[in-house]
C-alpha cells in the first residue's frame, strides 16, 4: 500500500491565488480528515469526511477554504483567494473503523507570498 | 470540546537514557489515546496507542499508561537511540472503541525529543 498520497508536496504561490491541495486516501479508508499544522496552532482540524459526507468543518478557518470529497479515493482542500496567514503544512489522514489510529500523509508545504 | 495538553515541549536525554512525555485531558468521554512520532519533514507516524479498558501497553522499547481517574497518560521510551529525535504527539478522542477507529482526535502541542550520542 503506498499510504495517503498528497500532491503537491511543496506549493508556492501569490497573495489572491486560488491553491488546490489534493489527497488520496488509503483504500478502503471511509474517513478523511485535513489538518493544518504550525508553530503556534500546532496541529489543527480543519474538516473530516465519512464516506464522502464531511460530518465536521467547524474548524475551517474561513469561507475562502473548502473541501470536497466527490470519490471515495480523492479528496482536495481548496483555498481562494490565498493570504500570506495560510502558509502552513496541511496534512491529509485516512482511517478505517476497523483500523488504528490515522494515518497521516507526507503533507503540503504552503507558502503564501 | 476536548483539550490535550502536553508536558514538556522539549526534552533532551542522553542515549541510553528513558525519556518521558505526559499528557492530560480534558473529556472524560476519551477513551481512545494513540502517540505519534513526527519526523523532520514527514507526517506524523502512530507508534503506539492504548484504549481505556487497558492501562499499560507496551511495545518494546516504547510504552504507554493510562491514569483515566485522574485523565493522564504517559509515553515511556527507554534505551533511547538517536533516530528516537523527532517531535512526540499525544492524542485522545471522545468516541467508543467499539466503533474501532478514532475520528475526531485532538493532539496536543508536540514534545521536541532529542538524544544526544
Known amino acids: 500500500d503506498a499510504g495517503v498520497i498528497q500532491s503537491p508536496r511543496h506549493e508556492v504561490t501569490e497573495m489572491g491565488q486560488e491553491v488546490t491541495l489534493r489527497c488520496k486516501p488509503i483504500?478502503?479508508?471511509?474517513?478523511l480528515f485535513w489538518y493544518r499544522q504550525t508553530m503556534m496552532r500546532g496541529l489543527e482540524l480543519l474538516i473530516y469526511?465519512?464516506?464522502?459526507?464531511?460530518?465536521?468543518d467547524s474548524g475551517m478557518p474561513e469561507d475562502r477554504f473548502s473541501a470536497k470529497m466527490p470519490n471515495a479515493s480523492f479528496s482536495t482542500l481548496k483555498i481562494q483567494p490565498s493570504e500570506p496567514r495560510d502558509s502552513a503544512v496541511y496534512f491529509c489522514?485516512?482511517?478505517?473503523?476497523?483500523?488504528?489510529?490515522?494515518?497521516f500523509g507526507s503533507g503540503t508545504r504552503l507558502t503564501v507570498v | 470540546g476536548e483539550n490535550v495538553e502536553q508536558h514538556p515541549s522539549t526534552l533532551s536525554v542522553q542515549e541510553g537514557d528513558s525519556a518521558v512525555i505526559k499528557c492530560t485531558y480534558s473529556?472524560?468521554?476519551?477513551?481512545?489515546f494513540p502517540w505519534y512520532k513526527q519526523e523532520l519533514g514527514k507526517g506524523p507516524q502512530l507508534i503506539i496507542d492504548?484504549?481505556?479498558?487497558?492501562g499499560e501497553k507496551k511495545d518494546q522499547r516504547i510504552a504507554v499508561t493510562l491514569n483515566k481517574t485522574a485523565k493522564h497518560f504517559s509515553l515511556h521510551i527507554t534505551e533511547t537511540q538517536p533516530e528516537d529525535s523527532a517531535v512526540y504527539f499525544c492524542?485522545?478522542?471522545?468516541?467508543?472503541?467499539?466503533?474501532?477507529?478514532?475520528?475526531?482526535?485532538?493532539f496536543g502541542s508536540g514534545t521536541q525529543l532529542t538524544v544526544l550520542p
Open positions: 469526511f465519512n464516506n464522502n459526507v464531511p460530518i465536521d
Open positions: 473529556d472524560s468521554a476519551s477513551n481512545y
Open positions: 492504548i484504549r481505556s479498558n487497558v
Open positions: 483504500s478502503g479508508h471511509d474517513y
Open positions: 489522514a485516512s482511517s478505517s473503523d476497523r483500523g488504528h489510529g490515522y494515518t
Open positions: 492524542a485522545a478522542s471522545p468516541l467508543g472503541p467499539l466503533a474501532g477507529s478514532a475520528r475526531q482526535l485532538t
